[in-house]
């Protein structure tokens, strides 16, 4: 799903475009909500124990899930804004240097 919408990002600044076509958004972003509720059902919560209170502990996918679910808007925003990339790695190749 993300690699299909960095297509239709790119292909859109490619095009000139400041936005994607709202209809190809609108499908990614509830494709990405179909996602998470896929990821929900195969990762339930685990049943309660009793003997501690609090939350119970999650697998390690549970909690990127509730991460991705979380963070939503911050995960697709290089859909909605052509101006932030995809990925971070140009600022992690701009702070090599000064680490080394």
């Given at each position: 799903?993300l690699?299909?919408a960095k297509?239709?990002a ?10 994607i ?30 003997r501690?209170?609090g939350?119970?502990?999650r697998?390690p ?5 509730e991460?991705l679910?979380g963070?939503r808007?911050?995960?697709l925003?290089?859909l ?14 701009d ?6």
């Amino acid at each position: 799903m993300l690699v299909d919408a960095k297509l239709a990002a790119d292909r859109t600044r490619a095009g000139g475009g400041e936005r994607i076509d709202a209809d190809v958004g609108t499908r990614l972003h509830a494709r990405y909500q179909r996602l998470l509720a896929d990821g929900r059902s195969a990762n339930p919560l685990p049943p309660a124990r009793g003997r501690r209170p609090g939350r119970a502990r999650r697998s390690p996918a549970g909690r990127l899930l509730e991460r991705l679910d979380g963070r939503r808007y911050e995960v697709l925003l290089f859909l909605d804004d052509l101006r932030v990339p995809f990925t971070n790695n140009q600022a992690e190749r701009d702070l090599r240097m000064v680490k080394l």
